[in-house]
T-cell receptor, first 112, second 114 residues
Framework: SAVISQKPSRDICQRGTSLTIQCQVD?????MFWYRQQPGQSLTLIATANQGSEATYESGFVIDKFPISRPNLTFSTLTVSNMSPEDSSIYLC?????????FGQGTRLTVV | GENVEQHPSTLSVQEGDSAVIKCTYSDSASNYFPWYKQELGKGPQLIIDIRSNVGEKKDQRIAVTLNKTAKHFSLHITETQPEDSAVYFCAASIQGTSYDKVIFGPGTSLSVIP
């Protein structure tokens, strides 16, 4: 299966600032997604990253807060904007083919 | 949209015993059901999956069953070992379309007691 690399693996950020997380897949995937996992919780889908067009956001998530880019088939970024302590979470990138969905190791974000 | 429920939320078993985790889903169009294992500080790792045209699948000590009529699927781990201790997530997806997002259940924290 493909390997997903996420950068950074962790960060501590000041409230009011923004952080951009990068996701690189080592082979072509049909779909890329971004998830959030709050401490002790399950994974919640933020959005589907669409190549060359605006991402498709799930209920409760908006583009102004979580702008997403996907300039090509194997790379995507998620920005967490104007951060508050409530944004402290693990953010995970996922890639999907027609046979499997797989995940990166995640970015552990702490907002202080 | 799809909703996946999972039980139990925590499970403790003695080493060597079996563990069973059960899930239900709501969207009858879902056709792909992966199971993920997440260890502390790591991303979810796919351990086994099943598609809607199959009722059961086995891989060594792990097996999954699917009842499409009842919208139930289950994970069975036999001869459990301490390294099986982790959080397990079931999930559902509609694969083979242009919109195959994976929706996760709430997770089961499995502890295998040596």
């Amino acid at each position: 299966s493909a390997v997903i690399s996420q950068k950074p693996s962790r960060d501590i950020c000041q409230r009011g600032t923004s952080l951009t997380i990068q996701c690189q897949v080592d082979s072509q995937v049909t779909m890329m997604f971004w998830y959030r996992q709050q401490p002790g919780q399950s994974l919640t889908l933020i959005a589907t990253a669409n190549q060359g067009s605006e991402a498709t956001y799930e209920s409760g998530f908006v583009i102004d807060k979580f702008p997403i880019s996907r300039p090509n088939l194997t790379f995507s970024t998620l920005t967490v904007s104007n951060m508050s302590p409530e944004d402290s979470s693990i953010y995970l990138c996922s890639g999907s083919t027609y046979t499997e969905a797989f995940f990166g190791q995640g970015t552990r974000l702490t907002v202080v | 949209g799809e909703n996946v429920e999972q039980h139990p939320s925590t499970l403790s078993v003695q080493e060597g015993d079996s563990a069973v985790i059960k899930c239900t889903y709501s969207d009858s169009a879902s056709n792909y059901f992966p199971w993920y294992k997440q260890e502390l500080g790591k991303g979810p790792q796919l351990i086994i999956d099943i598609r809607s045209n199959v009722g059961e699948k086995k891989d060594q000590r792990i097996a999954v069953t699917l009842n499409k009529t009842a919208k139930h699927f289950s994970l069975h781990i036999t001869e459990t070992q301490p390294e099986d201790s982790a959080v397990y997530f079931c999930a559902a997806s509609i694969q083979g379309t242009s919109y195959d997002k994976v929706i996760f259940g709430p997770g089961t924290s499995l502890s295998v007691i040596p």
